[in-house]
């Protein structure tokens, strides 16, 4: 019997991901254990806390730009 994929990775936006990469000039695969909550401290909690926020304007600036092609 073969076994199906059961387990669900995370995507990280890669725009963000550049973003903060530039920002607090640390690794992206950092960037991603910070967001995962592997990693423990200030830094990190701030890392995650930009990540939420500038994951969210992007996906808005993204469907605002849809709506208005589709007008």
């Not at 994929?5 to 963000?16: A, E, G, L, R």
């Not at 530039?22 to 990540?51: E, F, H, M, T």
């Not at 500038?54 to 993204?62: A, C, G, H, P, S």
Request: charged share 35%; glycine share 2%.
């Amino acid at each position: 019997m073969s076994k199906s994929k059961t387990k669900i990775y995370k995507s990280y936006d890669s725009n963000v991901l550049e973003a903060l990469f530039l920002k607090y000039n640390v690794s992206k695969y950092y960037i991603r254990q910070c967001v995962n909550g592997a990693v423990k401290g200030l830094k990190a909690d701030d890392i995650k806390k930009d990540y939420i926020k500038m994951e969210k304007l992007n996906r808005d600036t993204v469907s605002n730009l849809i709506k208005k092609t589709l007008e």
